[in-house]
Structure formats: structure tokens, C-alpha cells
């Protein structure tokens, strides 16, 4: 769209899905592998051995304050 900036150098793009749409593919993420809850703000990272549904919560869980 025009007047858009859109970044080109930034390195890697984080995966993002709502947590519903995560919790029903529930992939197996490689070791270090991020990936972004749009809804929740929450990330995971993957281990390369427990799919999505298994890995804990990685960092600071934004609070419903």
C-alpha cells in the first residue's frame, strides 16, 4: 500500500497465530525455535522434542490487568 514502510532488514520473523489456532496445529518447533500468540502476547520456544501443547510459556506473561 502506498505510504506503507515496511522493515527489510530485520533478520527473522517470528511465527504468529492466535493461541486457539497454536493449540489445534500443535507442531513440533525445532530447539530455539519462537513463536508469538497474537491474542495472549505469550511465546514459546521450542525444545525440538515436546510439540506446542507441552512447552511452557517462555518470558513475561503479559497479566489482564
Known sequence: EE???VATNIG???PTMTAAEWRT???MLV???LVHESDTLA???GNGVDRYND???SGL???SA
Open 31 to 33: 530447539k530455539g525455535q
Open 55 to 57: 512447552l511452557l510459556y
Open 43 to 45: 511465546f514459546k520456544v
Open 25 to 27: 496445529k500443535n507442531p
Open 12 to 14: 527473522s520473523i517470528i
Open 61 to 63: 506473561i503479559p497479566s
Open 3 to 5: 505510504g506503507q514502510v
